[in-house]
């Protein structure tokens, strides 16, 4: 190989975004580790992405999954946000009564939430709870909260030691299939259950666990792993968010 052929030509990643933090090579050992895993080496391993819907009035769009995290917040982020937040829960519906979109206020009963995700249970209907659809499977909408905040971050694994640890969340196991979410500077002054409700500011989404949100703002948007790609949101939007998006399978660095 000449001098001429070892020179980089052509740089792939923006230096202004990125700092390279998941390339498997460097410039001081790129030439010894690319030949190993063209050649069957390396360490091969997937990371978890974001998958996230939203439903409009007439449409339902599928977003580009994201690495690392999102900002779903005011199209300026230090304006307030107003959206309901829960976790779906599939359901059988009652044949007797019809689909009831909406309705619903303020924190449901915790105890509704530990149910189980994965198999789906029949809703009366008298049952006091709020459904919706996303991809035409009914979903209950279960421990409902109002909030009004500065947007949320939901972030993978990969992502959960940037801006969500930044912002008071935690580091991740890089291999988590799990996401973790966090309410941006969450107003809860005059709320009668703020103990409660301030134990939902942040947690972890389990892999089957589906995260809803409805939007209460007249505008929003949401930031798909940076603010380069946004997707911009309207009164009453709805949001799904969980980590069934397809994994990204990465060479990572050995130290």
């Keep these: 190989m000449s001098e001429e052929d070892k020179i980089v030509k052509k740089k792939k990643s923006d230096e202004r975004r990125s700092h390279g933090a998941l390339c498997a090579v460097t410039a001081a050992n790129m030439e010894t580790v690319v030949p190993k895993i063209l050649f069957g080496g390396g360490k091969l391993a997937t990371r978890a992405r974001i998958q996230c819907i939203v439903k409009s009035t007439f449409s339902e769009t599928r977003l580009v999954p994201a690495l690392n995290d999102l900002l779903i917040a005011n199209p300026s982020p230090a304006a307030v946000s107003r959206f309901r937040m829960g976790w779906l829960r599939e359901v059988d519906l009652d044949p007797r009564g019809g689909l009831r979109d909406g309705g619903g ?3 449901t009963p915790v105890g509704r939430a530990k149910s189980s995700l994965s198999d789906p249970q029949l809703l009366p209907r008298n049952q ?5 659809r996303f991809g035409g499977i ?3 909408v279960e421990n409902s909260l109002n909030v009004w905040s ?4 939901v972030s ?5 030691s940037a801006a969500m640890a930044a912002a008071g969340g935690k580091p991740m196991d890089i291999y988590s299939s799990d996401l973790q979410y966090l309410i941006r500077e969450h107003m809860l002054e ?9 134990n939902l500011d942040k947690g972890m ?14 505008k929003g948007r949401i930031f798909i792993d940076g603010s380069h790609l946004i997707h911009n949101l309207e009164l009453g939007d709805e949001i799904f968010i969980d980590s069934k998006a397809p994994p990204l399978a990465l060479y990572s660095r050995v130290e």
Aim: no cysteine; glycine share 10%; aromatic share 6%.
């Design 205 to 218: 989404l389990k892999s089957d666990q589906h995260l809803h949100l409805r939007w209460n703002s007249q």
């Design 138 to 140: 009914p979903f209950d």
């Design 156 to 160: 993978t694994a990969t992502g959960s």
């Design 105 to 107: 206020t303020g924190l």
């Design 190 to 198: 005059n709320s009668p259950m703020k103990e409660e409700i301030r």
């Design 128 to 132: 006091d709870g709020t459904v919706t």
């Design 150 to 153: 500065s947007g949320m971050w």
